[in-house]
């Protein structure tokens, strides 16, 4: 009787872990890693805390979010490339690397192409923001939401920046973008391409001279350190876009799929809103750190200076996109 009892009790025993094992395996989180290039004090990082509260909430915890931070997963380009192989489930990104996988993303990062943060926003969240999203598709890649980097601006440590000639001669960092490259070009300057996580390093050891950031990306990267002069250009608008990879959408239910669209357009929302507050206070903020700004800029100069950019980008691609941007933006 006593035997009887303990070999029941043993079976039972092995029958509650066995149950128990099961339950903790049917509910246990699908983890998923999102990678960006900036720090975990950046606006993106602050998209990327957006993304994971939205997501985990959305699918009850079935879901978990990773950040990896300050390009850990690589470069923009490099992390792109992985989510074309699976290797990174998502990405916030900005453009400028895009083109080389999506063409027709070149053309929002002609210079001065918008006047404002209200025309920009405008633009990439009407239908022609949604198609340009949907052609990611055509490039193995799943466009989710427009994102922000905001204005890009000029620092660097030589000179004072006021006219396209005081960048002659300056070796600036540009991203991988032949239009970006080519408008600097056009200044005099001395276009450097290279992966962004390499950037401080460069500008500390004088490889390079300056760089072109929006207020936000300086304000995070702590460039004040390696740059003495910022010159507020504005001379191109910087989206950024939350991207995810095919092969991991293309495993989800539409429940499922609906709840990572709206954790990316949650991170889009967040993460204007923190640019949108860092470009009231950040250039206070580089300006207590030590860097001289200069914000009475006429841009005309600037803008007569990069229309070969335009001309390069017509060529290569056509009228056909540039013109519905400015005829949207005209209606914003």
Same mark, same amino acid.
């Given at each position: 009787m006593t035997k009887n009892f303990a070999r029941h009790s043993l079976v039972a025993a092995i029958a509650a872990i066995t149950t128990t094992g099961v339950a903790l395996q049917a509910h246990a989180a699908t983890e998923v890693n999102l990678g960006h290039t900036l720090s975990s004090s950046s606006h993106y990082s602050v998209g990327a805390d957006a993304f994971k509260e939205t997501l985990e909430e959305l699918s009850d915890g079935a879901y978990t979010v990773n950040e990896h931070p300050s390009g850990s997963l690589g470069g923009e380009r490099e992390m792109i490339e992985g989510l074309q192989i699976g290797t990174v489930d998502f990405v916030i990104t900005s453009t400028g690397p895009l083109g080389n996988f999506v063409p027709e993303t070149y053309v929002l990062d002609l210079p001065f192409l918008f006047e404002d943060y209200e025309e920009a926003r405008c633009v990439l969240d009407s239908d022609l923001g949604?198609?340009?999203?949907?052609?990611?598709?055509?490039?193995?890649?799943?466009?989710?939401?427009?994102?922000?980097?905001? /204005? *890009?601006? +000029?620092?660097?440590?030589?000179?004072?920046? @006021?006219? =396209? !000639?005081?960048?002659?001669? %300056?070796?600036?960092? #540009?991203?991988?973008?032949?239009?970006?490259?080519?408008? /600097? *070009?056009? +200044?005099?300057?001395?276009?450097?391409?290279? @992966?962004? =996580? !390499?950037?401080?390093?460069? %500008?500390?050891?004088? #490889?390079?001279?300056?760089?072109?950031?929006?207020?936000?990306?300086?304000?995070?990267?702590?460039?004040?350190?390696?740059?003495?002069?910022?010159?507020?250009?504005?001379?191109?608008?910087?989206?950024?876009?939350?991207?995810?990879?095919?092969?991991?959408?293309?495993?989800?239910?539409?429940?499922?799929?609906?709840?990572?669209?709206?954790?990316?357009?949650?991170?889009?929302?967040?993460?204007?809103?923190?640019?949108?507050?860092?470009?009231?206070?950040?250039?206070?903020?580089?300006?207590?750190?030590?860097?001289?700004?200069?914000?009475?800029?006429?841009?005309?100069?600037?803008?007569?200076?990069?229309?070969?950019?335009?001309?390069?980008?017509?060529?290569?691609y056509g009228n056909e996109m540039l013109e519905r941007v400015q005829e949207k933006a005209s209606d914003c």
């Open positions: 949604d198609e340009l999203l949907a052609k990611m598709s055509d490039h193995n890649l799943v466009g989710l939401a427009w994102s922000e980097n905001g /204005f *890009r601006h +000029m620092t660097n440590s030589q000179r004072e920046i @006021a006219t =396209p !000639e005081d960048a002659e001669g %300056l070796r600036v960092r #540009t991203m991988e973008n032949s239009v970006h490259q080519e408008a /600097f *070009r056009q +200044m005099g300057a001395r276009p450097t391409p290279m @992966a962004f =996580p !390499e950037l401080f390093t460069a %500008l500390q050891q004088g #490889t390079v001279d300056g760089q072109e950031n929006p207020i936000t990306v300086i304000v995070a990267t702590n460039f004040w350190e390696v740059q003495d002069y910022l010159s507020l250009t504005g001379h191109v608008y910087s989206p950024a876009v939350v991207l995810g990879s095919p092969i991991f959408m293309d495993g989800l239910s539409e429940e499922e799929r609906g709840w990572f669209e709206q954790a990316a357009q949650a991170s889009a929302e967040a993460t204007r809103e923190e640019v949108s507050r860092l470009e009231r206070e950040g250039v206070a903020l580089l300006e207590e750190k030590g860097m001289t700004v200069k914000t009475d800029i006429d841009v005309a100069p600037f803008q007569e200076a990069v229309k070969p950019a335009y001309e390069i980008f017509t060529s290569e």
